[in-house]
T-cell receptor
């Protein structure tokens, strides 16, 4: 299964952009990259996902390198409420079944500072 | 957005008893549901994939006789931890996937086995 690696923790000043990197060097051509975040003792919340192209929505932007071996989640103007653990996830297809599973990385604990 | 309801939010049980956790997709039909387990300060670990009307697919190292999964309808999957022991104490999270869409997560169940 494709694995992801992320820095353990990061700090970001309130109002500044938070850039969270993820390495997924073993990703296959048809495997999507998803980002979720988890606030303490809650279920993960969807942020964004992509395959090859960069993506943007109301929450964040996702930049995927051309070789797809890494990606960066960008929170353009971090607020205190963005303090959470951010997970980079690869959606892996199961051979012969047409189904998928979602493998979580180790996560980055982002702390937004006032 | 889509809502996944998980019940109970927390449960305390005696060693040797069984505990059932329910996961419902409230406003969509989920052909596939996933069960994760999370220990303190760790990432989510996929336990099994639950497919409506068929047997669950368990990840390597997860005992299928201990963690019974039933996906009897398109809106309900249950995880039963049989003969629970203190080492089974953990945060269990379910998620559901609508066809061609992202994962939606429940709020999790904190299990404490005494």
């Amino acid at each position: 299964d494709a694995k992801t690696t992320q820095p353990t923790s990061m700090d970001c000043a309130e109002g500044r952009a938070a850039n969270l990197p993820c390495n997924h060097s073993t990703i296959s051509g048809n495997e999507y990259v998803y980002w979720y975040r988890q606030i303490h003792s809650q279920g993960p919340q969807y942020i964004i996902h992509g395959l090859k192209n960069n993506e943007t929505n109301e929450m964040a932007s996702l930049i995927i390198t051309e070789d797809r071996k890494s990606s960066t989640l960008i929170l353009p103007h971090a607020t205190l409420r963005d303090t959470a653990v951010y997970y980079c996830i690869v959606r892996v297809g199961r051979k012969g079944s047409g189904t998928y599973k979602y493998i979580f990385g180790t996560g980055t604990r982002l702390k937004v500072l006032a | 957005g889509a809502v996944v309801s998980q019940h109970p939010s927390w449960v305390i049980c005696k060693s040797g008893t069984s505990v059932k956790i329910e996961c419902r997709s409230l406003d969509f039909q989920a052909t596939t549901m996933f069960w994760y387990r999370q220990f303190p300060k760790q990432s989510l670990m996929l336990m099994a994939t639950s497919n409506e009307g068929s047997k669950a697919t368990y990840e390597q190292g997860v005992e299928k006789d201990k963690f019974l999964i039933n996906h009897a309808s398109l809106t309900l999957s249950t995880l039963t931890v049989t003969s629970a022991h203190p080492e089974d104490s953990s945060f269990y999270i379910c998620s559901a996937r609508r066809v061609n869409e992202k994962l939606f997560f429940g709020s999790g169940t904190q299990l404490s086995v005494l």
